[in-house]
Structure formats: structure tokens, C-alpha cells
């Protein structure tokens, strides 16, 4: 079985026609730098059973295969002709944990997080077959959008920081990764290290992983963070326990009172979520002028369809509690970096980093010896994790209230403060009421018509939906 080999300019090979199928050795080859980076990065989703074993009551071992699960439902993108290195809805994390919280502890928890998996299902399916997600973030008042992000960030900060959080749980080992995490990604010193000095630029291309080993490594000799028991074997997937006690096949569907309760959280998700989009349709585009060689096509359509089929296989088999998002753009960036900086003869192909990030990782996640070594710092990870993404959240928000007035502005902190402390329903709903009661102005079309002069054209609504729609691009692809 030989590699089928791509024109100039052209689309990598696929098959079975619109669903572009692309399987190893056949249409793309394995990259090893992309292997190795997953597999170092492997840190980065088990991290997230901290959260399942202290929010869900899931054990370990179940929780690592929901994470291996969940790893291989990655691969459904770039095999199917979707490019983005697929992740979580991670900004939103806080306010799911939120959410659960309000049910008690056991069946009730995991079944409202089924109810909200499968309503996230529900709307990427719907935006993405009816074409109405560009219609839905487009409209949204930008004081909404700003709010939602602000109380994602401060969830994200409030929680680790909380009374029982993570924080102090090991606080010095936690706040030296943080410390080395955010130099490394945001600080002006970093930007020039990295242009200057091969190491930095090293450290870099990784995210999180290194600050986290570093972190690991010197909580483990301070005594913050026990010593890991080292385990053999393969991580399995114990579907008959999995499918019985965390399933809708064994726990039924949630009462139609979760679904309801969940639809202002899942709205919210979708929001945070489409941020990812417009970032990847930037980066796509960056790469696309960059390598000539290669035709790379990133449809927002096929992607949300996908991303809510991802949620729809949890939502019925392995609720997963940061839920299944368009884009990780951390490791977007890492292979895209690659991609661009490199011809043709050292990487073939996009797809060939994409896909061999994530076999990298997976093969790492069934390696019970690389689970069981990482296990006691696998709250560092989500700490660093939720606090960097507290951040992003926070900038982008501010961003994108640049150009709006102080009234926006204002709406947009209230929404914020609510959403942190009561939730995605309250803030949504108290952000549409401040809209309507502040921001709407009724009067507005009533005193166009009488007023405006048949010189002076009447505002075009579509140009002012359609230039809020590109500041929000501007805006987004910053993070990229």
C-alpha cells in the first residue's frame, strides 16, 4: 500500500468523495516530531480527571478511559477532511462545574451533564447543518459576547483561588509552573528570548508541558506533590461498566427539566466556542499563503457538524465534563508553526502533523506507565491550565470592548459578575434584560424615517452586522 501523492497547489488525496476520508500510510505519512510533541502533551487531557473524579465521583481508571475516548473521537476531524487539531470548550469549564454543582452528588450530577452534552449536540448540529451560526454570534449584542468570555475568565481564576481550590492544595508548586507558564507565553521579556535563542523558542512550541514538568519535578523534591507509583500495563476501555453506570443506556435520559435548564449554559458554550472558529478560519488562511504546495480548506460547516457528533457520542456513552469543542488552539498552533516553517521535503503534509499530534498523545494515554507517572500532578496541570485560559479570557473580552461605548461596557461586567456567580442562565438573562431596557434604542427607526434626509441615506443595518462580524474576526485571531 503506497502513499498517494498530491498535485502541486492541490488538496491531500482522500476518498469517498465529500467526506474526504483520509486513513495513515495511504493519504497522509506519520509525522515523528508531531508523535513525540503529542505524546509529551499527553499532560494536558488527563489533566481533566481531576475534575471528574472531585466533581463526578468518576474513579481514576474510568475517568483516564473517558480521556482516551475522547481522544480517539479527536481523530474523527482530520480524517474526515477537517483540519483544526480538535479540543475542548475549555474557557467554559468553570461555569459547567457551576452547573453540576447544582445537582446532587452521583446519578443526578452525571445525568445533567448528559442533559447539557447532548443540548451542546443539538445546537453545533443544528448551526452546522442550517448554516446558522455566523447569523447567531453576529447578532448577539457585542456587550453579551464580551460578558460571557468575563465570566468564563473570572469562574476560571475565582475557582482555582477558592477557599478549597486547587491553589492550595500545593500553592508552591502551583504558582511556580503558573509563574514559568505565563512568562513563557505572555510576557514582553519572553518575545525577544524566543526570537533570539533556540531553547526558548523550544520551551515555547510546547504550551503548557514544560512549565508543568518543571513545576512537577520540583514539587515532587519540596515533598508538595507525592511520588508517583509507577504501574504496568494498557489503559482499557471497561465498556460494560462505563456503558451501565454513566450512560443513558444504563441511567435512561435525564428528566426534560435538565435539558431545559442546561439550553442558557449550552448557548454560552456555543459562543465561547465559535471564538475557536474564527481563529482557525484565520490561521488557515495565514497557512494556505504560506505553503503554496498544499490546498488546505477549513469549512466552519463540517467542523461544528463533527464537533456535534463528538458531543453526541458522549452525551449517549462517556459524558465528558469540559465538553467537545471546535479547535485546541495551543496545538493548533504547534503543528500549523511546523507546517509553515517548514517546505514541503521535511513535512509533506498539513494532515500529517494534525493527525500524528493526537496518535502521539493517544498512544501515550494507553501506556498505563505514562498515566500512573504523571497521576499525582495531574491537578497542577488543570490548575495551569484553567488560569492561563482565565486570562486569554480576560484579554479578549477587554479587546473586544475596545471599540464599544461605556454603556456596553458596563453591561458587559454586570453579565460577567453574574454569569461567575450565578450562572449562564441568570447572565444571559440579565444581560437580555439590560440590553433591552439600556442599549435598545426604539426610538431609533422611528426617528429615521422622520428625520433623515433624502441625501443622507438611512444607516445600513447589513454593513453594520456585517463590519461587527469582521471586528470580532480581528479581535478573536489576536490569540492565534
Known sequence: MSLQKRPAGGEQPSALGALKLRVPFVHYKLEIPDILQGAILCVVPLSITALMTSVLGIPFEIAVAFVLFNNILYLLHTHFGDPTVAGWITAGIPLYVAFLMGYPEGEARILALIALQLTVALVF????????????????????KAGILIGAGVSAVMGEFAADGRVWTMPITILTGAVLGFFMLFSETAG????RYGFFRFVAQYGIAIPFLIAYVFGLIIGEVEMPVIEWGFTTIPIGTILEEYSIIGLGLPPFQYFIDAIPLALAAYIIAFGDI???????????????????????????????????????????????????TGGQALVINRYMNNPRSVMDSYWGGATSLYW?????????????????????????????????????????????????RG???????????KG?????????????????????????????????????ADADADADADADAD?????S
Not at 453591561?411 to 456567580?421: D, K, Q, T
Request: net charge neutral.
Open 125 to 144: 448540529l443544528g448551526l452546522g447543518v442550517f448554516k446558522g451560526a455566523d447569523s447567531l454570534v453576529r447578532k448577539m449584542p457585542m456587550s453579551l
Open 192 to 195: 525577544p528570548l524566543r526570537a
Open 278 to 328: 474564527l481563529v482557525m478560519d484565520s490561521l488557515f488562511k495565514n497557512a494556505d499563503s504560506t505553503r503554496k504546495d498544499e490546498k488546505l480548506v477549513f469549512s466552519p460547516r463540517r467542523n461544528s457538524i463533527i464537533v456535534g457528533i463528538r458531543n453526541t457520542l458522549h452525551g449517549i456513552f462517556a459524558p465528558f465534563i469540559s465538553l467537545s469543542g471546535p479547535a485546541w
Open 360 to 408: 502521539g498523545m493517544t498512544i501515550a494515554i494507553v501506556l498505563v506507565p505514562v498515566v500512573t507517572l504523571f497521576k499525582p500532578g495531574l491537578n497542577i496541570g488543570m490548575a495551569l491550565t484553567l488560569l492561563i485560559q482565565g486570562y486569554l479570557c480576560g484579554y479578549l473580552a477587554i479587546e473586544m470592548l475596545e471599540r464599544e461605548t461605556n454603556l456596553e
Open 411 to 421: 453591561v458587559a461586567i454586570i453579565v460577567g459578575s453574574v454569569l461567575a456567580v
Open 424 to 460: 449562564a442562565a441568570w447572565g444571559l438573562g440579565i444581560g437580555l434584560v439590560l440590553w433591552l431596557v439600556l442599549e435598545k434604542n426604539w426610538f431609533a427607526d422611528a426617528y429615521i424615517a422622520t428625520h433623515h434626509h433624502d441625501d443622507e441615506p438611512a444607516p445600513d
Open 475 to 479: 479581535v478573536v485571531a489576536e490569540r
